[in-house]
């Protein structure tokens, strides 16, 4: 009984911080809910680079393999992004304003930004406060995706380190090398299909963890807790603690509330 009273106390502090978080990015910086003017557009080539850095307020982010370097974007009247190519370095961010007039929203922002196929890039580093980031045929020596209040999804990509966070919403990986990787979220389902890592360190507050890996796990260290769920490793049930000694590789995978499974 200590212990549900105990993670429900975390569960209300977690959902308390996630809303005060995200009011706080949005309101703080002058965003707000409340649109002004029509939907724009823009489409732009870039020079090359091999460093992306995204921090944003209210935009989903797409970053996707093609035949050029090109951005676009579709966006409501003061949530264009901001674009700068310096030192090899992409930087995006977002402009934005504080509308005191009262009405129906209007804010959106979608951005796609396009690399050439087959381009490694050194530092993928994506920040939103509220918007999904969606990752889909890149290769990046580090990963950082970190969405406040919206879902990240990622396939086929490669990487040689990886750190991957939400607040509040899913994450999906699948068809991916994930390298040595941490994956975090508070409110929201954890799946990794079809991957590969050397290790994985998954944290999950509320929602269940799915690993089905694309490789043999006979000899990682392998420490799986579940303090309110089940745990299933190959189809079979381990109660709520499972542990396996190795020396390939390690995952590691706990859960407040919600189920694990793994698979390989």
């Known amino acids: 009984m200590k212990r549900n009273v105990w993670i429900a106390m975390i569960t209300i502090v977690t959902v308390c911080c996630v809303i005060g978080g995200t009011f706080h990015h949005i309101f703080g910086h002058g965003t707000g809910f409340f649109g002004r003017g029509g939907i724009e557009n823009m489409e732009s080539g870039l020079e090359a680079f091999d460093t992306l850095r995204v921090d944003v307020n209210l935009m989903d982010v797409t970053v996707t ?10 966006y409501a009247e003061g949530l264009e992004p901001v674009y700068e190519v310096k030192n090899g370095t992409l930087t995006i961010r977002q402009r934005t304003y504080w509308n005191q007039r009262w009405g129906v929203n209007n804010a959106h922002c979608s951005l796609i930004l396009t690399i050439p196929e087959q381009t490694p890039m050194d530092v993928i580093d994506v920040h939103t406060a509220l918007g999904s980031i969606q990752l889909e045929g890149i290769a990046a020596s580090a990963c950082e995706l970190q969405s406040n209040m919206g879902n990240c999804t990622v396939k086929k990509c490669d990487f040689d380190k990886s750190d991957l966070m939400t607040n ?14 941490e994956v975090d979220n508070d409110m929201g389902e954890i799946e990794i299909d079809d991957c590969t890592f050397a290790s994985l360190d998954i944290t999950a507050a509320m929602g269940g963890v799915s690993v089905d890996a694309a490789q043999t796990l006979d000899r990682y260290d392998m420490e799986l807790g579940a303090d309110l769920g089940s745990i299933h490793v190959n189809g079979h049930s381990e109660g709520t603690q499972y542990h396996q000694s190795g020396d390939a590789g390690k995952l590691s995978v706990s859960t407040n509330m919600g189920s694990i499974q793994v698979s390989y």
């Open 65 to 74: 393999a093609g035949e050029r370097f090109d951005l676009s974007c579709e």
């Open 168 to 181: 509040m919403g899913g994450i999906t990986v699948s068809d991916t090398d994930l390298g040595d990787a």
